[in-house]
């Protein structure tokens, strides 16, 4: 296991949410690195939990990153996970800074973008993967040469103390419908209802 001192994070500083904070590795510019205070670590622990038991099943790391490992931080919980890195080596950014920047997407856009959202979905259905915090900030738009792809980032795995549905397919995947269902209406319906 990976052993990181705070301090030395600090200059790879890329995000952070409630509870998380996201470095680039300085050991490994290909890697992230991801910690929690062990006050705070329910999010990081199951994720750990759940990386573990997709690598177990030999889910292929495709729309969401490899797990490389539980890292150790002085009073944080944490793991390191492949970046998701665009062709020209910096970190992917997430639809909602696409959609920030673009304003109303047009016709083409919105094409592509229902394209790559029916790529996640079937990628998600097929390994029965199970969302817990699906959002425009969670899924990366991973642009290389000439091809796109979304990657989800953060809040898979189940909050369930008992996660039935990662063992029970259809289980799973009702679950799975209902998150994308709720996704799709709060935040991609409002881009497609858009005027172009
Ligand atoms: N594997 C990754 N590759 C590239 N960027 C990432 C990766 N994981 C996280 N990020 C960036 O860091 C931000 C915060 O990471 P996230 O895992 O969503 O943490 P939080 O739980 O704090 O929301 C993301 O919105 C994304 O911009
Ligand atoms: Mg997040």
Redesign the pocket.
Known sequence: MKTYCIEDLKPFFI?R?TE?MCFRSPSDPRCIVKISPKKHAKQTLREIDYFRFLQKQNVPFHHIPEFKGEVRVKGYVGFEQAAVLDGNDSVSKPLLFYLNMCGNPGRREKDILKKLLTELYQYMYKYNITPC?L?L??ILLNVSKDSYKLVL???VGSPFLIPIGQYVKPIGRKRLERKWRQFAKRDILPIFAGSN
């Open positions: 995000g949410g998380r915090d959002n900030n969670n980032v953060d809040g």
